[in-house]
């Protein structure tokens, strides 16, 4: 069988993804078409374009299965390749547009939008890596059409949509060891630099700690941007002293890390699935996680705070000082390859 797999928007864990998908659903001879991440409202919108003109010699190729994140516009690939209509046509939900909080320079998010919704109707399969991802993009769509001016009703549509739509969630690799839990005062933060993940509260959180003198560790991670909140360089400040690292690390040393620390942290106000805190959960940390988002249907409540800064400070203080009160990490081996690549086959192949 032949396949194409396009990622219009190739973020760290988009590439993950695709990279799995080639090795572990190798039944299938895979062509890649990958673009980078940035200039996104350009790239949502332009990606139909720039492959035509980029790769129309992969374009015209004959495959089995076109499979496709959400940020490609499928409808109008198709439209401009008519053949690839032909094929299995699968797009896979990372996350949705509807659920993805504006920030100050994008003030509009109705082209990315229509893109989500039309390259879900154009598809044969429909996948998201959460319930939580699947729900909200529905939710948002209903939203959605009744803000147009003709009142587009399409509920049956929707409903066989959500009826058939797949949950299966990004895989991890497996560990190479499994490690037991630990009882220190290293925390992480793993997550991109950016203001929907919430950075405020988390370093405010340990500000809190470090002024009524609880003792921690805590390793800062993530890939960093040209520009990022102003916190992050204000915390570097009063956060000497209590640092392990600061910034992105070569993989080697993010994984020995993981191996060496105790809790890690999400305060994010967005996450469709969260790898960073998996990964994680994997090499032996506790999570503390908000309760919102995709959190509720991927953690028992003993990993979840309120989600107010308030609470997370809580919570940590309690765990730093009283080991023996936290819980020991969820089992992540539901999320790893071996478990999920014969769903990911019949995906494909079925």
Request: hydrophobic residues 40%; contains cysteine.
């Amino acid at each position: 069988m032949k396949g194409l797999l396009l990622s219009a928007y190739a973020a760290v864990s988009h590439r993950h993804w695709a990279q799995g998908i080639c090795r572990h659903v190798d039944a299938i001879d895979w062509q890649v078409l990958e673009l980078p991440p940035r200039h996104f409202s350009w790239r949502i919108r332009g990606n139909p374009l720039t492959w035509m003109l980029e790769a129309s010699e992969v374009l015209e190729r004959h495959y089995d299965v076109v499979l496709a994140t959400s940020m490609v516009d499928l409808a109008t690939l198709v439209g401009l390749h008519p053949h690839l209509g032909r094929a299995r046509k699968i797009i896979y939900f990372h996350e949705n547009q509807f659920a993805y909080p504006l920030s100050v320079e994008r003030k509009s998010a109705v082209e990315a939008q229509m893109v989500n919704l039309y390259s879900a109707l154009t598809a044969d399969r429909v996948v998201f890596n959460t319930a939580y991802n699947r729900d909200s993009f529905l939710d948002g769509v209903r939203r959605f059409l009744k803000r147009m001016p003709e009142k587009v009703r399409i509920e049956a549509t929707l409903e066989r949509l959500a009826r058939d739509a797949q949950v299966l969630p990004v895989p991890i690799d497996p560990a190479a060891d499994e490690l037991p839990p630990r009882c220190g005062r290293r925390i992480v933060w793993n997550h991109r630099w950016e203001y929907d993940k919430n950075p405020e509260d988390f370093f405010q959180a340990l500000h809190g700690l470090k002024t009524r003198g609880i003792d921690f560790e805590v390793a800062v991670m993530g890939q960093r941007f040209r520009q990022q909140p102003e916190i992050f360089e204000e915390a570097r400040v009063w956060l000497n002293g209590h640092l392990l690292c600061w910034g992105p690390q070569p993989e080697a040393t993010y994984r020995e890390i993981l191996e060496g620390a105790d809790i890690v942290v999400s305060t994010t106000f967005h996450e469709f699935q969260g790898l960073s805190i998996m990964e994680a959960v994997q090499r032996g940390c506790v999570p503390l996680v908000p309760d919102r988002l995709c959190f509720p249907e991927l953690y028992p409540s003993e990993y979840r705070y309120d989600g107010t800064r308030e609470n997370l400070e809580a919570r940590l203080e309690r765990w730093l000082t009283r080991p023996d009160t936290r819980p020991a990490p969820p089992d992540a081996s539901a999320w790893e390859w071996p478990n999920l690549s014969r769903a990911y086959r019949r995906l494909f192949m079925e």
